[in-house]
């Protein structure tokens, strides 16, 4: 039986006829093809330079190749460098690859060890190919590449055209696929010459003339809490997670895999997006046209990483998850304004009713993003009257921030936001779903015991599940009088003496004491979200102060409630919106019976120079429980999986106290920090 790979193979050279060529390889790409692969343009002439070798020779790597071979050029650069787990399996491209033929010819060897029958450039002529040229080149090491032929064969194509006229190589150090042997094969293709010795420090360009693809980010505010600078990756910090319930824009969790794209208002205003239909047809939009030609639409929906909470699930299970190590932060909550996805798909010739039936052959929406960016969701929810989709250019009364998809951007409520994809500028209807890297090889969950998983036999994550947790913890001063009056005497305390009752001895009161005054007890207070997707209310948030032993319910704040006779602040048809909790309670000194972490304790012996003060601890639980009585599994270690993907276990988080009244400790907790004191 033929292998699924060479299967995806041969659907792809005989496409259907009324459908253009969608790749299904397992391998990323950019964005999904619109037509079939184009015929390779004609080869060109090496570029005129002075040289010590012979002159220029015809090369035969350049000429048309039979359309296997086309489609492994055409697949791209991009489409390696978006692989940002783990090189691809071994597949039909690993075969092919390693027997890409060369023509035989004798090496000339120049003083400096390199082939002298190739050209030298300088790094002055390089730049003058850039993006705006008609023969884009990039360097690799000392060696220069003209791309002309590959931007020309695939679509993707003009992503890479950002690194034309200077060195691929920082874009390549986002990612480690490029170590493969078979991309450096595909590149060799590209090859005419090498840099000129002259512009070399110890064999490679200078730093200096290579560019940083990420000098063009946006400033962030300092108080995100910054997991990667390039791309940038950070958490919403601790205090602004539920302190509002719409989250600053500033403050809003960010979540690139790539560069920034930059462009002016007018340049957004005229930016194009376009509309693929299944049969190849497309329809073209201006941002202008968005806001002038459809009516605007709000939707107050919160975005969560797939990866929120992942080094929750590492450090509960014990066991490491690939992936960044996000606390509770890759969450934030914002009104999004733009038009409805729907309303675009149906003037550019979308049959609605049919798609939202399942009866039309549409069964996929792909997004594909500027930067390459790319993910796709089932054709109902893109339709679906209730479904909330956006195409959105406003964020909390605001354009859209760069970070956060400027100018253009797809928000789909309810859904992981994978697929919400920044930077928005061209959709295609399909059958089948988009072929990125990030929507067939990355965002997908597995059992436990699933390390060489099967990525064709998962389904890609769509609708989240349910998920809470602690994002403010405030412990108050000690309150009750046991502790005070033992130690009354000893403590010069304010009770009554003996001589003051005229040697009468202490008086006794006939109240009952109270359970605080019976027992000491700090004073607790907890805040924090709950969410589920699929548009599910959260009806009931739970609370452990002694780790899940005993429960009691949180108070869910009205953020939606109609309030003066104005509007609700929350927008569209369904519970899209993060939900807010809090609990006011006490931690009573019988509570603290697990012991002080050993690290923690020999930090502060070390710290102060003291022996261990010998804290007590407790553990706080929150879960979480939606309208359809969804709820969250006890431990991380039951869903663990490789890629550490929907880590939505109670959520823990320990307290400690020196358990002593007099000596009572409080400080203020930390972002992303677990033990509070």
């Not at 739970?542 to 104005?566: F, I, K, Y």
């Not at 823990?652 to 400080?667: K, L, Y």
Request: aromatic share 6%.
């Amino acid at each position: 039986m033929a292998s699924p790979t060479l299967n995806l193979l041969a659907r792809q050279l005989r496409p259907r006829s009324h459908a253009c060529l969608r790749p299904t390889l397992p391998l990323p790409l950019p964005r999904p093809p619109c037509r079939a692969f184009s015929k390779p343009s004609a080869p060109r002439g090496r570029p005129h330079a002075s040289h010590p070798g012979p002159g220029p020779r015809e090369d035969a790597l350049r000429r048309p190749v039979p359309r296997a071979a086309a489609l492994l050029s055409s697949l791209g650069l991009l489409a390696f460098l978006a692989n940002l787990t783990s090189p691809a399996p071994h597949s039909f491209l690993d075969a092919t690859s390693s027997s890409l033929s060369y023509p035989e010819r004798a090496l000339v060897i120049d003083h400096d060890g390199r082939d002298s029958s190739y050209p030298r450039y300088r790094i002055s002529e390089i730049r003058k190919h850039d993006a705006s040229s008609d023969q884009p080149w990039v360097m690799y090491g000392d060696k220069v590449y003209d791309i002309t032929d590959w931007v020309s064969a695939h679509p993707g194509g003009q992503v890479i055209l950002r690194a034309a006229g200077g060195s691929i190589e920082p874009y390549w150090d986002i990612f480690t696929i490029h170590k493969a042997q078979y991309v450096r094969d595909i590149l060799e293709q590209y090859l005419i010459g090498y840099v000129h010795g002259d512009d070399l420090v110890d064999g490679r360009p200078a730093r200096e003339s290579i560019e940083d693809p990420f000098a063009d980010d946006p400033r962030r505010d300092p108080a995100l809490i910054t997991l990667t600078s390039k791309p940038r990756n950070a958490e919403t910090p601790a205090e602004a997670l539920a302190s509002s319930f719409l989250t600053p824009n500033e403050l809003f969790y960010v979540r690139n895999h790539m560069w920034v794209p930059k462009m002016t208002d007018d340049e957004a205003e005229a930016h194009v997006l376009t509309v693929e239909l299944l049969d190849g047809e497309t329809r073209e939009y201006t941002l202008r046209d968005l806001k002038t030609r459809f009516p605007r639409r709000s939707v107050t929906a919160a975005l969560q990483c797939s990866g929120n909470r992942r080094s929750h699930m590492s450090r509960d299970s014990g066991r490491t998850a690939n992936g960044l190590p996000w606390a509770a932060g890759a969450i934030s909550n914002a009104t999004w304004e733009g038009v409805y996805l729907a309303d675009v798909l149906a003037d550019a010739g979308l049959d609605a009713p049919a798609a939202l039936a399942g009866s039309g052959d549409e069964k996929h929406v792909h997004f594909a993003g500027l930067e390459a960016y790319a993910a796709s969701i089932p054709i109902r929810k893109a339709v679906d009257p209730q479904g909330d989709v956006l195409l959105a250019y406003g964020m909390n009364g605001k354009p859209l921030p760069r970070d956060h998809g400027f100018p253009l951007r797809s928000v789909v409520p309810g859904t992981v936001a994978a697929r919400s994809v920044k930077w928005l500028d061209r959709i295609t209807l399909s059958d089948e779903e988009s072929p990125s890297q990030w929507q067939r090889r990355d965002y997908k969950c597995f059992g436990p015991n699933q390390l060489a998983v099967d990525w064709d036999a998962a389904p890609s994550i769509q609708e989240m599940p349910v998920q809470s947790a602690i994002t403010l913890v405030s412990l108050g001063e000690w309150r009750g009088t046991k502790g005070r009056d033992e130690n009354a005497g000893e403590a010069g305390g304010s009770g009554p003496s003996p001589e003051s009752n005229h040697g009468s001895g202490p008086q006794k009161s006939n109240r009952t004491p109270t359970a605080e005054e019976v027992s000491p007890a700090r004073a607790l207070s907890l805040s924090g979200y709950a969410i589920s997707g699929g548009g599910r209310e959260i009806i009931r948030v739970d609370v452990s102060t002694d780790n899940g032993r005993t429960w009691a319910q949180a108070r869910l704040l009205p953020d939606c409630v109609s309030r003066n006779g104005e509007p609700s602040p929350c927008r569209g048809h369904g519970a899209w919106a993060w939900k807010r909790w809090r609990f006011d309670g006490s931690l009573p000194e019988e509570a603290f019976t697990e012991a002080e972490p050993q690290s923690q304790s020999q930090s502060q012996s070390q710290n102060q120079g003291l022996p261990g003060q010998g804290k007590r601890c407790t553990t706080l639980v929150v879960k979480a429980t939606d309208e359809v009585y969804n709820t969250q599994p006890e431990r991380q270690g039951s869903i663990w999986n490789v890629r550490g993907n929907l880590a939505t276990a109670w959520h823990r988080v320990q307290v400690c106290s020196d358990c002593a009244p007099g000596n009572a400790q409080t400080s203020a907790p930390r972002g992303g920090d677990e033990n509070k004191s």
